[in-house]
Protein backbone atom coordinates (compact mmCIF):
# COMPACT_ATOMS: atom_id res chain seq x y z
CA UNK A 1 0.00 0.00 0.00
CA UNK A 2 1.13 3.40 -1.06
CA UNK A 3 1.58 6.62 1.16
CA UNK A 4 -1.68 8.56 1.67
CA UNK A 5 -1.61 12.20 2.27
CA UNK A 6 -4.43 11.39 5.03
CA UNK A 7 -3.75 13.76 8.07
CA UNK A 8 -6.25 13.27 10.31
CA UNK A 9 -5.00 15.75 12.96
CA UNK A 10 -7.33 18.72 13.08
CA UNK A 11 -7.18 20.27 16.03
CA UNK A 12 -4.95 19.90 18.90
CA UNK A 13 -4.28 21.16 22.66
CA UNK A 14 -1.84 20.83 25.28
CA UNK A 15 -2.36 21.20 29.23
CA UNK A 16 1.34 21.15 31.03
CA UNK A 17 0.38 19.93 34.84
CA UNK A 18 3.48 19.39 36.38
CA UNK A 19 5.10 16.05 35.18
CA UNK A 20 2.20 15.13 33.00
CA UNK A 21 0.48 16.45 29.90
CA UNK A 22 -2.55 15.84 28.76
CA UNK A 23 -2.73 15.97 25.00
CA UNK A 24 -6.15 16.73 23.24
CA UNK A 25 -6.67 16.13 19.40
CA UNK A 26 -9.84 16.42 17.20
CA UNK A 27 -8.75 13.64 14.20
CA UNK A 28 -10.93 13.15 11.56
CA UNK A 29 -12.47 9.87 10.77
CA UNK A 30 -10.55 7.65 7.78
CA UNK A 31 -14.19 7.75 5.78
CA UNK A 32 -13.84 11.83 6.06
CA UNK A 33 -17.26 11.81 7.29
CA UNK A 34 -16.46 13.43 10.89
CA UNK A 35 -14.58 13.59 13.45
CA UNK A 36 -13.19 11.92 17.25
CA UNK A 37 -11.22 13.69 20.17
CA UNK A 38 -8.52 11.56 21.53
CA UNK A 39 -7.29 12.50 25.31
CA UNK A 40 -3.84 11.28 25.91
CA UNK A 41 -2.01 11.54 28.93
CA UNK A 42 1.87 11.40 28.66
CA UNK A 43 4.10 11.27 31.91
CA UNK A 44 7.82 10.60 32.56
CA UNK A 45 8.11 7.61 33.93
CA UNK A 46 12.41 7.44 33.64
CA UNK A 47 15.00 10.16 32.87
CA UNK A 48 13.41 10.15 28.71
CA UNK A 49 10.99 7.51 28.94
CA UNK A 50 6.92 8.40 29.09
CA UNK A 51 3.90 6.27 29.63
CA UNK A 52 1.05 7.29 27.48
CA UNK A 53 -2.83 6.73 28.37
CA UNK A 54 -5.15 7.24 25.87
CA UNK A 55 -9.28 7.18 25.41
CA UNK A 56 -11.09 7.87 22.40
CA UNK A 57 -14.07 9.74 22.56
CA UNK A 58 -16.73 9.70 19.60
CA UNK A 59 -18.70 12.77 18.71
CA UNK A 60 -22.23 10.47 19.49
CA UNK A 61 -20.63 10.04 23.30
CA UNK A 62 -19.53 13.30 23.81
CA UNK A 63 -23.10 15.00 25.45
CA UNK A 64 -23.10 11.98 27.61
CA UNK A 65 -19.08 12.35 28.40
CA UNK A 66 -19.59 16.14 29.65
CA UNK A 67 -23.09 15.26 31.33
CA UNK A 68 -21.18 13.09 33.52
CA UNK A 69 -17.28 14.66 33.65
CA UNK A 70 -19.24 17.73 34.97
CA UNK A 71 -21.32 16.00 37.80
CA UNK A 72 -17.67 14.26 38.84
CA UNK A 73 -16.11 17.56 38.83
CA UNK A 74 -18.72 19.30 40.56
CA UNK A 75 -18.88 16.42 43.27
CA UNK A 76 -15.47 16.74 43.68
CA UNK A 77 -15.46 20.09 44.25
CA UNK A 78 -18.29 20.23 47.15
CA UNK A 79 -16.73 17.14 48.31
CA UNK A 80 -12.94 18.46 48.33
CA UNK A 81 -13.42 22.19 49.30
CA UNK A 82 -10.06 22.78 50.54
CA UNK A 83 -8.56 21.57 47.55
CA UNK A 84 -10.29 23.98 45.87
CA UNK A 85 -7.86 26.90 46.80
CA UNK A 86 -4.91 25.49 44.70
CA UNK A 87 -7.00 24.41 41.91
CA UNK A 88 -6.58 26.69 38.64
CA UNK A 89 -10.38 26.91 37.51
CA UNK A 90 -13.03 29.40 37.12
CA UNK A 91 -15.03 30.17 40.03
CA UNK A 92 -18.73 28.74 39.75
CA UNK A 93 -21.32 27.55 42.23
CA UNK A 94 -21.41 24.33 43.24
CA UNK A 95 -24.55 22.60 43.04
CA UNK A 96 -25.75 19.41 45.57
CA UNK A 97 -25.31 16.65 43.08
CA UNK A 98 -25.66 12.68 43.86
CA UNK A 99 -22.31 10.50 43.07
CA UNK A 100 -22.04 9.94 39.17
CA UNK A 101 -22.73 6.44 39.44
CA UNK A 102 -26.07 7.16 41.24
CA UNK A 103 -26.61 9.55 38.48
CA UNK A 104 -25.75 6.70 35.31
CA UNK A 105 -29.95 5.41 34.57
CA UNK A 106 -30.98 9.09 34.89
CA UNK A 107 -29.56 11.48 32.45
CA UNK A 108 -31.50 14.48 31.12
Not at 8 to 27: F, H, I, M, N, S
Not at 40 to 46: K, P, Q, V
Not at 64 to 77: A, Q
Request: charged share 35%.
Amino acid sequence: MGKTNFDPELYTKCVYAGRRRYYLDVKSMRSGKGCYITITESRRIDGEKFEKTKIFLFREDFEKFMYFLDETINWVNKNFIDEQKSLPHEEKPIEAVAEPSALENNLP
